[in-house]
């Protein structure tokens, strides 16, 4: 299909397209992560408050809830555009591919559902129900974001790994869909996501109360908004270092291109070594800094393994080199960083049951949460400009997928404009949600005024 | 009964579903954009955003459902679809945006003007999304999409005499079924001027869409004569008959009685007779010269979704059931005014 590519306007097209679906996701799976770990960090709360009764925790719980519901609904919106847009700008994808990867759709549906109705209940039967059931009201919450999670992400894993179908004259017969959804890509994938998606709304949450605290509110209540959440990413994050090493083996088992890409290697040799920073020019990367044997032992646990280069496939089907090696290198960074700040905190907690006292560890945790949003999106970076020019790895290009029709490029711009409004707009609800003083979960609990605890 | 029909009929439900309830909500929001000043439109707004606070946003499963079907059950026609009609699409995807998120906002402010200015974006993008929505379907009704992708006309498939009449059907229907709706639901709470109020909006709306399915009708007639032909005198007569019948009746109980319960179910059997009526009149075809078992995914697909669907059903009939018993302890008759009990009447959409 290169008469696609070297087709100028669906060049332009392509480059559109891409560009909307980088902008839109990119956009959604920051809303979504916090959809999926914010209602467990709040149940924490709400829980530990129900049995200490202690009111910070209650307040803590409410707002959280509040601006939970805020998040819900913007991510119900940007999550649509999303299914919007699989056929709008990947109609060749859909068209040909959409029965094999529909099942795990249908079953996000059904628990999207089931969080809309358990939300519901949440949120606006707070004061209508005992704390107990109330509580119990919220489990569904967390199962149900963790499991649309899952079932979103087998369906990209089956676009890195594609299995359970085959394809005659251009239609696809014998497909077994549920072979595709948990296809070989599957566990580590969607294992990476869940857990990057805790840590996500861990770190964020908590960097808005370090942030309080550098500027000197370090009463109860700011001390417990910022230990609840940061403790769960606390926990979540030496897990993640584990299972991003899993992904990574995955990898370079079976998307040796991605691999090559990742860690600029460009010829195919043995004893590798690991290369950190570098630019790739000219079919090479230069100025890297470079630990001997690093990647061979990494990949393959021996140092003299044998790493596939990027000379394995032709030029047309290298992915860009420095965008995915940089997002590698900038995610794995991060999360070695969060990693660093999550001991910290063990290891003065171990000590004296307290936080670190250097100011340093708040600063540090105030960053803490743009780190991980900043390493959730260079870590997807790698999965989807790693995978380039495949959408279906090995079997659809991407410029075979796009749509034809001209223009594109207008309604990225449509669409670039309106997130834009919607970044700012969200983020001002959010930072006002925050301050307002009466704290109702939804409209109609305008009684609830006697929180005195801040 | 064959795999394709059952998962056509489950998707056809689905749409169905989304006209109604999704349909309600977006006519909530075009009279929250008619109910005047800040002060004059307080408590129509507050009727309107009591109404669809809870439930706007499973509705909008009803949309992703019919989505997701339709890529999973009949791939090629999602994709001939989206690709001609990608222009109505998109609009219709930054509408939605626009009012989900303004309309949360709206829930969260507190000062007057963020209020006027989300709810004037949740307002004006109510009645925009259902317009594009509307002129897809009439692009497809009238055989405009033809089958692969991007092969019809980008501006003239949906911008054409049927798309149009559609379009403004869907606007009028959404403020028809709002109305209709919210007569009740102000009953309901004991607000008789506020009921009074909505049912003149709602006899104006009925009598609006009346007239435009008049129209829409004539349209067909010179733009897509086969729909046309069964509709008047094929297999969808019956479902046409009904329609007017409910929607004559509506108006009728609108007009002499109060029996506003009673109108909710005669304007969805409206509603319902015409969207089934364009089913069966277009049945087996889906796009011009494509029939539904041409274009039906593998059996093996079919059956994993259908009995995932069946599955799933398990678990959400529960929860709803949940849902309703919690709303409905405590709402006695009175209550609920200005937003302050989200109860029974919210649970319908479920």
């Known amino acids: ?454 | 009964m064959p795999l394709p029909e059952i998962l056509l009929g489950l998707l056809w439900i689905g749409v169905t579903a989304y006209v109604l309830f999704g349909g309600a909500d977006f006519g909530g929001g075009v009279w929250d954009l008619l109910a005047g000043g800040a002060e004059r439109g307080a408590r129509q707004r507050a009727l309107v955003e009591h109404s669809i606070g809870p439930v706007w946003e499973a509705n909008h499963v009803w949309l992703i459902f019919v989505i997701v079907l339709a890529w999973t059950g009949v791939p090629s026609v999602f994709a001939a679809v989206a690709s001609t009609l990608y222009v109505p699409l998109t609009l219709t995807a930054l509408g939605i945006i626009a009012r989900g998120s303004a309309f949360a906002f709206r829930k969260a402010s507190t000062l007057l003007w963020q209020r006027r200015l989300f709810g004037a974006a949740f307002a004006f993008s109510s009645v925009v999304t259902p317009f594009f929505l509307g002129t897809v379907a009439g692009a497809i009704a009238s055989g405009r999409v033809p089958p692969g992708i991007a092969e019809g006309d980008l501006t003239a498939s949906w911008l054409n005499p049927t798309s149009l009449v559609s379009g403004a059907l869907a606007v009028g229907t959404a403020a028809y079924l709002a109305a209709v709706y919210l007569t009740r639901d102000a009953q309901r709470a004991g607000d008789t001027a506020l009921a009074a109020a909505f049912r003149r909006r709602a006899l104006a709306a009925g009598v609006v869409v009346g007239g435009l399915s008049a129209l829409g009708l004539a349209v067909l007639r010179a733009d897509a004569p086969r729909l046309f032909g069964q509709l008047t005198t094929g297999a969808a007569l019956p479902l046409l008959v009904l329609s007017v019948a409910a929607g004559v009746v509506s108006l009728a109980l609108l007009a002499w009685t109060r029996a506003y319960l009673a109108v909710r179910v005669t304007a969805a059997l409206a509603v319902v007779g015409l969207l089934w009526g364009w089913g069966v009149g277009q049945y087996p075809h889906l796009l011009p010269g494509v029939t539904l078992h041409e274009a039906a995914a593998t059996p093996a697909v079919l059956a994993a979704t259908l009995g995932a669907l069946a599955v799933g059903a398990l678990l959400l009939v529960p929860s709803l059931v949940w849902l309703y018993a919690t709303f409905q302890r405590g709402d006695a008759p009175g209550e609920g005014e200005n937003g302050s009990t989200p109860v029974a009447p919210d649970v319908r959409k479920y």
């Open chain 1, 1 to 454: 299909m290169d008469v696609f590519v070297a087709d100028a306007v669906n060049a332009q097209n392509l480059m559109a397209a891409r560009l909307q679906m980088a902008l839109s996701l990119g956009w959604h799976i920051i809303v979504a992560c916090l959809g999926v770990g914010m209602p467990a960090i709040t149940l924490i709360a709400e829980w530990r408050g129900h049995r200490t009764g202690d009111p910070h925790l209650r307040l803590l719980a409410r707002r959280w809830a509040k601006a939970m519901g805020v998040l819900f609904a913007v991510g119900a919106v940007s999550g649509t555009i999303l299914s919007f847009e699989m056929g709008l700008l990947w109609p060749g994808l859909m068209g040909t591919y959409g029965e094999v990867i529909g099942l795990p759709f249908a079953l996000e549906g059904i628990a999207f559902f089931i969080e809309a109705i358990f939300l519901g209940i949440y949120l606006y039967a707070w004061d209508r129900m005992p704390p107990v059931p109330h509580l119990l009201s919220g489990i569904p919450i967390v199962v149900a974001g963790v499991a649309s999670a899952f079932f979103v992400v087998t369906a990209n894993a089956w676009m890195q790994q594609p299995t359970g179908f085959d394809t005659r004259e251009g239609r696809v017969t014998a497909v077994e869909p549920w072979a595709a959804m948990f296809n070989p890509a599957t566990p580590p994938q969607t294992v990476h996501m869940i857990l990057a998606a805790f840590m996500v709304a861990g770190f964020s949450m908590a960097a808005v109360y370090a942030v309080a605290m550098l500027r000197g509110r370090r009463d109860r209540y700011h001390r417990l908004g910022f230990l609840i959440p940061f403790t769960v990413a606390a926990v979540v994050t030496p897990v993640q270092i584990g299972v991003g090493d899993w992904a990574a083996h995955f990898v370079a088992e079976n998307q040796p291109v991605k691999l090559a890409a990742m860690e600029g290697v460009f010829e195919t040799e043995r004893a590798v070594p690991l290369h950190l920073g570098g630019v790739a020019v000219d079919g090479e990367l230069r100025y890297a800094l470079e630990i001997p044997y690093g990647l061979s032992l990494l990949a393959h646990w021996n140092p003299h393994a044998e790493i596939a280069g990027l000379n394995e496939v032709p030029a047309a089907e290298h992915p860009p080199v420095n965008i995915v090696h940089w997002a590698f290198q900038i995610m794995v960074g991060l999360g070695f960083a969060l990693l660093a700040l999550a001991v910290w905190q063990w290891w003065a907690w171990w000590r004296r049951r307290d936080l670190p006292r250097s100011p340093w560890f708040l600063r540090a945790a105030a960053l803490s949460g743009v780190a991980a949003v900043v390493a959730l999106e260079a870590g997807w970076t790698v999965t989807e400009v790693g995978r380039q020019p495949w959408i279906v790895y090995g079997v659809m290009r991407t410029a075979e997928a796009v749509n034809p029709a001209p223009g594109l490029v207008y309604g990225f711009a449509g669409v670039a404009a309106v997130y834009a409004v919607l970044t700012v707009a969200t983020v001002y609800v959010l930072r006002r949600m925050a301050r307002e003083k009466p704290v109702p979960v939804a409209p109609q609990e305008r009684d609830v005024t006697d929180y005195k605890v801040v």
